[in-house]
Structures are given as structure tokens and as C-alpha cells.
């Protein structure tokens, strides 16, 4: 009968090329201790990598109006990286989606996150991260409970989030993080205070920060103590 799985013990590698989508080229190449690749109708459907597991996703976008514009020898040069690794990976093309577990770090560009657990979706090109999450990219941190990444807009969204920006640290239900590093919170806190229940902060509402230029708020209320 047909097989409904294969195992890759030691060293273990997997190229996938995908051909279903005519707007991008794409290649993941992943490797790991062992990986076991199952079979649904005689098509390979689910790869699960466990141990040591590292790996980079690269995509290039074509022209919607000329999909030939771009040549796949090109491909080594205009392509777009997203270098992972984490103890487990689990890829699902029916879905084309990957989800990483365990201490689990992606670097895409000047970005680098760090989390428990991480989903891609690589149609959409977003991710979302789960488990402690920590977005770092150039001097800015943002951390927080959970974590949205657009991959085309380059902006985020963190909840429960804080950062830290020119001696300052931001507290806020939901932080909003823009490609030119512009933050805008919602329900936030201000302060200069580094204790986890800071003797005074600035709350308001609606903010929105931009990089090493002003702070707007809408309304703004000064708090001392709890």
C-alpha cells in the first residue's frame, strides 16, 4: 500500500519548493535531529521537524501585471529571508502555514522575534506569536502577551505590550508599531520609572509617538502612586 509517513533520522534536511501560487517564488530549506513527512493522497502534507531545529524561508514577490518580469535565476539576489530556528517546526502546505514551538527566533531583515510559539502564514505573510513575545528591531524593544507582524506593511501590533524609548518606558493594552518605528498606544502609561508599579506615569487613551520627535496624547491624565 502507500506509505502514510516517512522518518529522517540524524541530521536531517528538507527542501520544499512550492508551486501553487503564481504571485511569488518561494523555497524553505529546514533542518533538524529528525523529521517525519506525512503522505495524504499520495502528496506530502504535513513535515514535522523536532530537535535543533533551524531553517530559512525566502520569498520574492512577482508583478501582478508582468509575472515575467522577474527571472528565476534572479532569485538568489531579490529574494526576501526569513531565517528561524526553535526546537520543534511543523509545516502545513495544505495551509501554508508553519508553526514554531520552543524558544522559537525569527530574523527577517533589521527584525528579530523571540517566543514560546510562533505561526506564519505564508500566503498572507503574517505571523503571530504567542508565549512572551519580544520584538526587537534596531534599538527598540517591544514586548508583550501576544504579537501580530505584517510582513508587506512591516508594522505590528502587541497586547499588553511595553517598550522603552529615550529613557522612557510605554505601557499600553495595545501597542501599534509602524515601518518607520512610530508607535501608537492605546490606554497608555508613561513614565520614567523603571519599578513594576512606577511611583507616578502620564495615562491617556490615545498615543502616538513619534521617533525622536514628540509624544501626542489625547486626554492626558498624571497619576502619583497606584
Same mark, same amino acid.
Given at each position: 500500500g502507500n506509505p502514510d509517513r516517512s522518518v529522517v533520522i540524524g541530521n536531517a534536511q528538507s527542501i520544499y519548493v512550492? !508551486? #501553487?501560487?503564481?504571485? =511569488?517564488?518561494a523555497c524553505n530549506d529546514v533542518l533538524g535531529d529528525t523529521i517525519t513527512?506525512?503522505?495524504?493522497? &499520495? %502528496? *506530502?502534507? /504535513?513535515?514535522d521537524v523536532v530537535g535543533n531545529m533551524s531553517g530559512v524561508y525566502s520569498f520574492l514577490s512577482l508583478d501582478e501585471q508582468d509575472p515575467d518580469s522577474v527571472q528565476v535565476t534572479d532569485f538568489a539576489l531579490a529574494k526576501e529571508d *526569513?531565517?528561524?530556528?526553535? +526546537?520543534?517546526?511543523?509545516? %502545513?502546505?495544505?495551509?501554508?502555514t508553519i508553526l514554531f514551538d520552543g524558544d522559537a527566533v525569527l #530574523?527577517?531583515? /533589521?527584525?528579530?522575534?523571540?517566543? !514560546? +510559539?510562533i505561526r506564519l502564514d505564508t500566503n498572507s505573510r503574517e505571523l503571530y506569536a504567542s508565549e512572551s513575545p519580544l520584538l526587537i528591531d534596531g534599538s527598540? &524593544?517591544?514586548?508583550?502577551?501576544?504579537?501580530?507582524y505584517n510582513f508587506e506593511? %512591516?508594522?505590528?501590533?502587541?497586547?499588553?505590550a511595553v517598550t522603552m524609548m529615550e529613557d522612557y518606558y510605554y505601557? !499600553?493594552? %495595545?501597542i501599534k508599531r509602524f515601518d518607520n518605528g512610530d508607535l501608537k498606544i492605546k490606554?497608555?502609561?508613561? /513614565?520614567?520609572? @523603571?519599578?513594576? =508599579?512606577? +511611583?507616578? +506615569?502620564?495615562?491617556? @487613551?490615545k498615543m502616538k509617538i513619534r521617533m525622536k520627535d514628540k509624544v501626542f496624547a489625547q486626554p492626558v491624565v498624571i497619576k502619583i502612586g497606584k
Open positions: 512550492p !508551486g #501553487d501560487n503564481p504571485d =511569488e517564488i513527512i506525512y503522505f495524504k493522497n &499520495k %502528496k *506530502v502534507n /504535513t513535515v *526569513v531565517v528561524y530556528s526553535g +526546537h520543534q517546526a511543523e509545516f %502545513k502546505l495544505g495551509q501554508r #530574523d527577517y531583515g /533589521t527584525m528579530n522575534l523571540g517566543a !514560546g +510559539h527598540q &524593544k517591544i514586548a508583550g502577551e501576544n504579537m501580530a506593511n %512591516k508594522s505590528s501590533a502587541v497586547l499588553d505601557i !499600553g493594552e %495595545k490606554s497608555g502609561k508613561m /513614565t520614567s520609572c @523603571d519599578k513594576s =508599579e512606577p +511611583h507616578y +506615569h502620564f495615562w491617556s @487613551d
